[in-house]
């Protein structure tokens, strides 16, 4: 096996790179975990620098705004996306949520939802979680109703990231009671401006406003809202956590940290006349987690051959979602330990070292293993579905 990437797609890799060189700002070191107006604005701005190239959505068919790019190219555009830490704005539509219109959409709604994605312009969000319903998220009691040619939908979601910014939401909801809970829940797409929407922030430990509450009063959706049959939005749900926890490429931004840190190590005193890297606990400590991130690049090259033979990855996404999760709390953890007392703090002071990149980091890293499902519920999912293991 070779195990390298062509000369085409290293080129590819070095347009990318010189793409952002010119896109982003000469000192551009990363955007901030916490999302604020101002970092929401300019990530919104750097998709319109995408959208002429087509590289909103690369890997989508040329008729909704992609290139057709092949999945291993978009890895390497990933890639690179992540180790300059280019803001992501709306993850949930190009990583998810198109990829299932494209599967299971009417035509209309291709029409409709795509070309807005790949041109910047339509910014959606996710409505599945419920205060009651999480991990178990089938039981969810979000109401919609036949009426006429209309759905009316009330309920209420919880944890919606970036519902105070979105224009719609694909949300689930029960349409049948009495059906067995798997199969009464239908799939919508629904447009925010609709009235009956009302949306209240929830602020996250790291002081951001990431997610929301929204509830649904008396919130009504045409027909040409479902996606899919109705009573089956479940199957086509579960479509879309796949896609959701498959994330490629998504590692090279951990990379780049960890590159910084062994930097850090190499150069900053322990004080004692030594330097952090003389210390062989701190260099074994850094070679772990070198392997381990390249691990989970691996794992997720795993998933990137399947997407390209045609397969939707399950357990294999299950794996890298908990694999990668995993790794960036131990890679803050360890990184903080190793900047000592300084490793807590945050900010642009000059005590905060890294720019108190580890600490936040460490911080959103705990939301990142329940986000999309958690490790527990992906471990779930190994077992049964990938080691056939019996359900209890
Ligand atoms: C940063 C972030 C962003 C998010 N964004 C969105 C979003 O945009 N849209 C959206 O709909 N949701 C979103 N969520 C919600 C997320 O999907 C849920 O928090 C997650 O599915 C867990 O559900 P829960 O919080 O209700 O916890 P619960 O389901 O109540 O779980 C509580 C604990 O019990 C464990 N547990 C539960 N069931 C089992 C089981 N069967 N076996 C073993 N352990 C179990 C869980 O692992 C967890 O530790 C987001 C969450 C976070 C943290």
């Known amino acids: 096996m070779r195990f390298a990437f062509t000369a085409e797609q290293e080129a590819f ?88 219109i494209i599967l299971y959409g009417t035509d209309e709604q291709k029409q409709q939802h795509l070309p807005g994605i790949t041109s910047g312009d339509v910014v959606w969000c996710q409505g599945y979680s419920e205060p009651n319903s999480g991990s178990d998220l089938a039981s969810l009691q979000t109401r919609a109703v036949m009426d006429g040619d209309d759905f009316i939908i009330n309920g209420q979601k919880i944890w919606t990231s970036q519902a105070h910014y979105a224009d719609w939401m694909f949300v689930l909801a029960r349409t049948d009671p009495d059906a067995p809970k798997h199969r009464g829940i239908s799939y919508f797409l629904l447009d925010m401006k609709t009235p009956g929407i009302t949306v209240r922030p929830l602020i996250n430990m790291a002081g951001g406003e990431g997610f929301n509450e929204v509830f649904f009063e008396n919130v009504r959706v045409p027909r040409s809202g479902l996606l899919g049959e109705l009573n089956r939005g479940w199957y086509i749900a579960t479509t879309t956590l796949d896609f959701e926890r498959s994330s490629i490429g998504g590692t090279s931004q951990a990379k780049r940290s960890l590159e910084e840190l062994t930097r850090f190590a190499k150069s900053e005193s322990a004080g004692n006349g030594t330097l952090l890297w003389d210390s062989a606990l701190v260099r074994h400590a850094i070679a772990d987690l070198w392997i381990d991130v390249d691990m989970a690049r691996m794992l ?32 803050t953890r360890i990184g903080m330990s190793i900047m000592g007392m300084y490793g807590g703090l945050w900010g642009e002071g000059p005590w905060a070292k890294l720019r108190g990149r580890f600490s936040k980091s460490y911080v959103a890293s705990v939301g990142n293993a329940i986000a999309g499902g958690t490790s527990e519920i992906q471990r779930n999912i190994i077992a049964q579905r990938g080691l056939g293991l019996p359900r209890q």
């Open 13 to 100: 890799r070095g347009e990318v790179t010189s793409f952002l060189k010119s896109a982003l700002p000469a000192d551009w070191d990363g955007a901030d975990n916490a999302i604020d107006d101002e970092s929401y604005e300019f990530g919104r701005t750097f998709l319109k620098k995408l959208a002429p190239k087509k590289w909103i959505a690369p890997a989508w068919p040329q008729q909704y705004g992609g290139l057709d790019m092949s999945h291993w190219d978009q890895v390497i555009f990933n890639e690179e996306m992540g180790y300059a830490r280019a803001p992501i704005v709306n993850t949930a539509a190009v990583g998810y949520l198109g990829p299932t």
């Open 300 to 331: 997720s090259y795993r998933v990137v051959s399947m997407q390209e033979r045609g397969l939707v990855p399950n357990y294999e996404a299950s794996i890298i979602k908990v694999f990668s999760s995993e790794y960036i709390a131990r890679q």
